[in-house]
């Protein structure tokens, strides 16, 4: 058995980019083996197929969503933690802002048509909703939270706003107008 020339990792990262860009259903096969450099055999052997693959990509997406929010759970005030997953989310240079969220594209796309798949993407953004509830929560207990809503009310106010924020950034909304946009949707915990 030949060994692997290849990195699994660095074709996973490949194909990540290119269904970003393109969505599930259009890329064919011959768009993955273009973007990975991979030969069918290689391609199959590693990866299975298509859907598999994908599936792969959401799940590296959401762990790449997991370190995002991982910014909320450092000793900083609730704001300036709060502007660093913003920060990382959408201004990194990782980032793909025209592309938008694979995870949001995923539901919008696959609703309807394949529901595991948009149910593994919703489930994602759950985690990270979720997440926020505990920064809201602890950001309460710290006393740097000014607001009487809840923080289960919070984190699904912000999660709505991050998703619609995606698709602004994928309209082609410019940087300056994003961060207006978060400026605005922070003052919602002062008052």
């Avoid at 993407?121 to 990270?128: G, R």
């Avoid at 997440?131 to 009310?153: C, D, G, I, M, Y």
């Avoid at 912000?158 to 309209?171: D, N």
Wanted: glycine fraction near 4%; charge should be positive.
């Amino acid at each position: 058995m030949r060994q692997k020339t290849f990195d699994p990792d660095t074709a996973r990262l490949q194909a990540m980019n290119l269904f970003w860009k393109k969505g599930y259903e259009s890329c064919s096969m011959d768009d993955l083996l273009n973007e990975t450099g991979l030969s069918r055999s290689s391609f199959y052997n590693t990866f299975g197929n298509k859907r598999r693959l994908y599936e792969s990509v959401l799940e590296h997406f959401g762990q790449l969503s997991t370190m995002a929010y991982q910014t909320l759970h450092t000793d900083k005030p609730m704001l300036d933690a709060l502007n660093d997953f913003f920060q990382l989310t959408f201004f990194s240079p990782a980032m793909k802002l025209k592309n938008g969220c694979l995870l949001v594209n995923t539901i919008l796309e696959q609703q309807g048509n394949d529901e595991a798949l948009s149910n593994m993407a919703s489930n994602k953004l759950f985690e990270v909703e979720q997440e926020f509830e505990h920064f809201f929560v602890r950001s309460k207990k710290q006393n740097q939270l000014k607001t009487t809503l809840a923080p289960s009310q919070l984190a699904a106010y912000f999660m709505t706003f991050i998703k619609g924020l995606r698709v602004a950034a994928r309209e082609g909304k410019s940087v300056a107008e994003l961060k207006t946009s978060i400026k605005t949707a922070t003052l919602i915990l002062e008052h």
